[in-house]
């Protein structure tokens, strides 16, 4: 062995401890760290010929590197959609990567990650009320995996009804694809598909100020498809302002007519578990597909997500990934192989931050923060609509808050506004353009934010105005 290897393999107590300690460094100044930071040197040092090890490798991130983390897993970083850890799900994420496994299947290899992968999407279904019986699910890297995953068996049904196996014969003919405003992702996942990420017939909105599905234009359009089978991508939570397609009435136009439903509730699903907001998702649990993030609201590290699929359709999602050209033999229950149900063959012990956070915090313990989140967001949403310098975009439907500046027809001010806040790195908050208006968007899905939170983000937000008024008013 390397004398620097073997040398570190000696150290490995101290390296660890040393690599922890790092970590705690930043975790438990979360609070006091920036939210951006400006990079400036970029150049990198090289590969090294004769290896330096571990310590002193930790020495040279730690000059270069480690005060230019920003604190994205902290309670004032509302950018895009993005999730902290719980302490349980860390201690989870640790222990998966120092065990190493690599899940695979539930029997035969004596490799239990598989079956704590089972538990845990069991415990899920639980956790979103959805019926445990009736669907398969496993984890993958993101929702837009997750997307991808559902419309791959979405598309080896969808040719199975034009009697093409598109996962031995390839992609042929038309694709009908509808959806109101389907995620970036699932666009994304079309392209990678060879479906087209073009071929979407887009549904007009309920109302040119909403993202929800017009039902009416729904049914009106599957008509004029006269019988044609179709993919149906609809919103449980659009990521701009949280709209949700109609879920129930989805689920009555499914009895009518023949299509695979896929909800992409990347975030929206957890709605489910407050008895406030649980009415929004009301009739998903009819779905044949869904998608849901982890590294979101369930504040576990990247790169965690999972996919639920409905059991009926379990041979057409192992003919789409299946990891062998053999003809299948048998129930694929029998021996259940995740590496025949999704893209990843080789897998990390990816559900065990789910399964550690679950077990810790319980059904209730979501149930808080969900609901802590939401009353923050209409918190910032109130303090926006009484403000004399901003102004909603949208209302606050649950954790998202998506304002502008008043009369801020000119998109460069709102620009302005955002960098100046961004800026003095104590909120991070993410462009967007709503209803043809350059706007400002918040995501509240982070386990630490409280009150006092909301109220330095209000006076951030005052600062950051203050700070352009000299060049804009
Ligand atoms: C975030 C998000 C995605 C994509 O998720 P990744 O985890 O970034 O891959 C898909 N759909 C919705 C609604 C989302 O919010």
């Given at each position: 062995m390397d004398v620097t290897l073997n040398n570190d393999l000696k150290a490995l107590n101290n390296l660890l401890q040393e690599a922890l300690d790092e970590g705690l460094l930043y975790l438990n100044d979360i609070d006091n760290l920036p939210t951006s930071v400006s990079v400036k040197d970029t150049e990198g040092t090289g590969l090294p010929m004769v290896g330096q090890?571990?310590?002193?490798?930790?020495?040279?991130?730690?000059?270069?590197?480690?005060?230019?983390?920003?604190?994205?897993?902290?309670?004032?970083?509302?950018?895009?959609?993005?999730g902290?850890?719980?302490?349980?799900?860390?201690?989870?994420?640790?222990?998966?990567?120092?065990?190493?496994?690599?899940?695979?299947?539930?029997?035969?290899?004596?490799?239990?990650?598989?079956?704590?992968?089972?538990?845990?999407?069991?415990?899920?279904?639980d956790?979103?009320?959805?019926?445990?019986?009736?669907?398969?699910?496993?984890?993958?890297?993101?929702?837009?995996?997750?997307?991808?995953?559902c419309l791959g068996v979405a598309r080896q049904w969808l040719g199975k009804e034009k009697g093409i196996d598109v996962a031995k014969n390839g992609v042929s003919g038309d694709f009908k694809i509808l959806s109101a405003v389907p995620h970036s992702s699932s666009i994304k996942a079309?392209?990678?598909?060879?479906?087209?990420?073009?071929?979407?017939?887009?549904?007009?909105?309920?109302?040119?100020?909403?993202?929800?599905?017009?039902?009416?234009?729904?049914?009106?359009?599957?008509?004029?498809?006269e019988g044609t089978p179709f993919i149906l991508i609809s919103s449980g939570g659009t990521v701009n302002t949280v709209d949700f397609d109609d879920m129930q009435a989805i689920a009555n136009l499914r009895k009518k007519y023949n299509f695979w439903w896929h909800v992409d509730a990347a975030f929206g699903g957890f709605a489910a578990l407050s008895?406030?907001?649980?009415?929004?998702?009301?009739?998903w649990e009819d779905a044949d597909s869904i998608t849901i993030d982890a590294h979101k609201w369930l504040n576990v590290p990247y790169e965690n997500a999972f996919f639920f699929v409905r059991e009926e359709h379990k041979m057409l999602q192992v003919e789409t990934f299946q990891n062998s050209n053999a003809p299948y033999l048998g129930d694929p229950m029998e021996n259940f192989n995740y590496l025949n149900f999704?893209?990843?063959?080789?897998?990390?012990?990816?559900?065990?931050?789910?399964?550690?956070?679950?077990?810790?915090?319980?059904?209730?313990?979501?149930?808080?923060?969900?609901?802590?989140?939401?009353?923050?967001?209409?918190?910032?949403?109130?303090?926006?609509?009484?403000?004399?310098?901003?102004?909603l975009l949208a209302p606050v439907r649950l954790n998202t808050v998506c304002f502008t500046l008043k009369?801020?027809?000119?998109?460069?001010?709102?620009?302005?506004?955002?960098?100046?806040?961004?800026?003095?790195?104590k909120v991070f908050m993410t462009p967007t353009v709503y209803n043809g208006r350059k706007g400002v968007r918040a995501a509240l899905v982070n386990w630490r934010t409280s009150e006092m939170d909301i109220r330095i983000v209000e006076d951030e937000m005052l600062i950051a105005v203050n700070k352009i008024a000299t060049v804009w008013f």
């Open positions: 090890g571990g310590a002193s490798t930790l020495a040279e991130f730690k000059k270069r590197y480690s005060d230019l983390m920003v604190s994205s897993t902290g309670p004032r970083y509302f950018g895009f959609v993005t902290g850890a719980t302490p349980a799900a860390l201690m989870g994420d640790i222990l998966a990567t120092i065990y190493d496994q690599n899940t695979q299947t539930t029997k035969g290899h004596g490799d239990v990650s598989a079956i704590v992968e089972f538990e845990a999407i069991h415990m899920l279904l956790f979103f009320g959805l019926p445990k019986e009736e669907y398969l699910g496993g984890f993958v890297t993101g929702a837009t995996m997750s997307n991808f995953t079309l392209s990678m598909l060879g479906l087209g990420s073009s071929n979407i017939i887009k549904i007009d909105t309920v109302d040119p100020l909403r993202e929800a599905i017009d039902i009416d234009k729904l049914e009106k359009e599957i008509m004029a498809l008895p406030g907001y649980a009415h929004l998702l009301k009739g999704l893209p990843e063959n080789s897998r990390r012990f990816r559900a065990l931050p789910a399964w550690f956070t679950l077990k810790a915090y319980g059904k209730q313990g979501y149930r808080e923060i969900v609901e802590r989140n939401i009353r923050l967001a209409r918190q910032l949403g109130d303090f926006i609509v009484n403000s004399e310098f901003f102004e009369d801020g027809l000119d998109p460069h001010r709102t620009q302005a506004f955002l960098d100046a806040l961004n800026d003095r790195g």
